[in-house]
């Protein structure tokens, strides 16, 4: 018996893969018959001491080829249809199965799958897009019927995004910024309307300083100035804005050979010269724009102002459901759905120009006014040049805001009464009118009553932990300051035990001893019940 080989049990041991093609081995290692020609016929007993291997089959713990290798096209998708696959063998591939295969790989497999990938991809995205726009139509939908069906006017769409002069949407800050303000709501300013209060300020004081020295006051000299305190942009239309608020605090003109000291302003240029108007006592000097006259003409700026601001609001209140009309002099706050920041812009008023001087501009005005001293060949091509910028230019106007339409009158909602909508309306309407003709006393007080109901407690609460019958006031309020959770000096807090006393005098009571007041409370009496009094006692002062 012939003696096995070593290379025969390692041929036995490792299955060979009929896909990877034949590596080379140097020459002076023993060849194995995995390695051998493919296609090679096995050798005859006599011709060499090698045994042929059978061919390897595969195992169940052999590793199964990656998912790049799988992909590969069915035989009849690549022959043709006549003819039928030739089968071919693991051991000797041909070549044009490995050409087939390699085709299948390159062209059939992956692109095949991408292409179809993207195509549910695509399909996928188009629905989900259909789908969010209709949850957004619905939305939409749900919104405007809740505004109906609470019976209030929807306000415009674009009242939260205004636009400036230029047409760009103005910021936050300037949008929201009368509900920004601090302490109780009054009679508060749009934001651009208090710059422009500011702008005549820094205006008036620079006018102010010039004019005292008897010397001629020009707009770059006021421009500069106001720009260097206001750190904003100053120009000619702001000043049209100051005098259509305020007609008579300046008189404008057009001068030439006014000394301005500068490079870049001939003195043959016209120049914008500003003169403050001042009450000129018969008999009296030329008078002083004064720290009091400054103070004045402020103050009569700003009530100019608000004085527009009214008419708005006057507009704005005419077009409600029921219309509502509050008299100028009780008017201290202004609607809670006026906005107050979407007023329109002031119009300027135009300023006095500089007189028509006679300038060539075009090329064919100098072609008429030098056609003499030309050539022949550069008159022509002036004409050529004149020709080519004749075309007729649409200048731009630039786009301002226009004021607020008022909101529409709400439909009629089906199944309720319209006696009963309008006692509602009546109702709000004069809850309104009762908030923008409240006084800034009431508006303390009625803040005070509110706050009640939680002082009560946490004073009874302090009674029981101190075991005293009385508290002197000095005592009473730092603890009840302590105690409180909103910031408040011991003045104020003396208040509202003083209101509270006056309110329930039962329950609690002041008691003046020589240089001290105490304090005595009843804690027999039923803290709920005080509670719900000082509640009910807040809500009607609040319909007052």
Not at 258 to 274: A, E, H, N
Request: contains cysteine.
């Amino acid at each position: 018996m012939a003696q096995r080989r070593l290379t025969d049990f390692f041929a036995r041991r490792r299955p060979g893969v009929s896909t990877t093609l034949p590596r080379a081995k140097p020459a002076w290692r023993t060849p194995s018959p995995a390695k051998s020609a493919p296609c090679a016929a096995a050798p005859g007993p006599g011709s060499s001491r090698k045994r042929a291997r059978p061919p390897a089959e595969p195992t169940r713990d052999e590793r199964v080829p990656p998912a790049r290798k799988r992909l590969r096209l069915p035989a009849d998708a690549v022959s043709g249809p006549s003819s039928p696959p030739a089968p071919v063998s693991p051991e000797c591939p041909s070549p044009q199965s490995k050409e087939t295969k390699k085709a299948a790989r390159s062209a059939g497999g992956r692109p095949c799958l991408a292409a179809q990938e993207n195509k549910v991809t695509l399909s996928e995205l188009k629905s989900c897009l259909q789908r969010a726009q209709e949850l957004g139509a619905r939305v939409q939908e749900l919104k405007a019927s809740a505004q109906k069906d609470a019976g209030e006017p929807s306000a415009p769409e674009d009242e939260g995004r205004l636009e400036g002069p230029c047409g760009e949407q103005m910021p936050a800050y300037q949008r929201f910024h009368a509900l920004a303000q601090p302490g109780p709501p009054g009679l508060v300013l749009p934001y651009k309307y208090q710059v422009l209060a500011e702008m005549f300020r820094s205006m008036d004081t620079i006018v102010g300083m010039l004019y005292n020295r008897s010397e001629t006051v020009t707009f770059a000299k006021v421009k500069q100035g106001v720009q260097d305190m206001m750190r904003k942009r100053f120009e000619e239309r702001n000043v049209g804005q100051i005098k259509t608020v305020y007609p008579g605090s300046y008189h404008f003109r057009q001068e030439r050979f006014v000394p301005t000291f500068k490079d870049g302003i001939k003195r043959s240029d016209y120049q914008l010269t500003i003169e403050p108007l001042l009450d000129q006592q018969a008999g009296s000097a030329a008078p002083q724009l004064t720290a009091s006259r400054l103070l004045q003409r402020r103050q009569v700026f700003s009530q100019n102002l608000v004085a527009r601001v009214r008419e708005h609001h006057r507009a704005f209140l005419a077009s409600l459901n029921p219309p509502m009309e509050v008299p100028e002099d009780q008017l201290t706050r202004w609607h809670p759905r006026f906005n107050v920041d979407g007023v329109p812009d002031i119009e300027p008023t135009e300023l006095p120009q500089p007189p028509a001087v006679e300038k060539l501009t075009t090329a064919q005005e100098v072609l008429a006014r030098a056609r003499s001293l030309m050539s022949p060949r550069m008159e022509k091509a002036l004409s050529d040049l004149a020709q080519r910028t004749a075309e007729p230019s649409s200048p731009r106007s630039p786009s301002l805001a226009q004021p607020a339409t008022p909101p529409a009158a709400p439909p009629a909602l089906k199944g309720v009464s319209q006696a009963l909508l309008e006692r509602i309306r009546a109702k709000e309407a004069q809850k309104q009118l009762a908030q923008m003709t409240r006084r800034p006393e009431q508006e303390q007080r009625l803040q005070r009553l509110e706050r009640l109901p939680e002082l009560a407690r946490v004073l009874r609460g302090m009674f029981v932990s101190e075991r005293k019958p009385a508290l002197t006031m000095e005592v009473a309020c730092a603890r009840m300051v302590g105690s409180y959770r909103a910031a408040m000096s011991p003045g104020e807090m003396e208040k509202h035990l003083q209101l509270l006393s006056e309110l329930l005098p039962d329950w609690l009571s002041l008691h003046r001893i020589r240089t001290d007041t105490y304090v005595k409370l009843d804690k027999a009496t039923d803290l709920a019940g005080v509670m719900e009094q000082l509640a009910c006692l807040a809500r009607a002062e609040e319909t007052l």
